[in-house]
Nanobody
């Protein structure tokens, strides 16, 4: 099972990027998925998650109103639309999947991880 994250790049502050995460080896249509990020010298932090039953989405306070997580079930892909990007959003972004369908924000509860994609926001 592999998760492939792509769509990162370099943008100026105020710009937008859309990240995508595709799975190979199995589908995650009934699983909770999430995005995390890690900046140099900092711990990995939660960004957004999408579940199946109950609350469908969750966001870190720092990205609420700017980022949107969504999923295309037939394509088996999860997206992270990032608008109004700020320099502090600069990080490597990772997608992750849980074995279960319940939404979660703790990285330790995710079972599968992608390799990460770099997002750089310049001021």
């Amino acid at each position: 099972v592999q998760l492939q994250a792509y769509g990162g790049g370099s943008v100026q502050a105020g710009g937008s990027l859309r990240l995508a995460c595709a799975a190979s080896g199995r589908t995650f249509s009934n699983n909770a998925m999430g995005w995390f990020r890690q900046a140099p010298g900092r711990e990995r932090e939660f960004v957004a998650a999408i579940g199946w039953g109950g609350p469908r989405t969750a966001y870190a306070d720092s990205v609420k109103g700017r980022f949107t997580i969504s999923r295309d079930i037939p394509k088996g892909t999860v997206y992270l639309q990032m608008n109004s990007l700020r320099p502090e959003d600069t990080a490597v972004y990772y997608c992750a999947a849980r074995r279960g369908s319940g939404i979660a924000t703790n990285a330790g509860t995710f079972d599968y991880w992608g390799q990460g994609t770099q997002v750089t926001v310049s001021s």
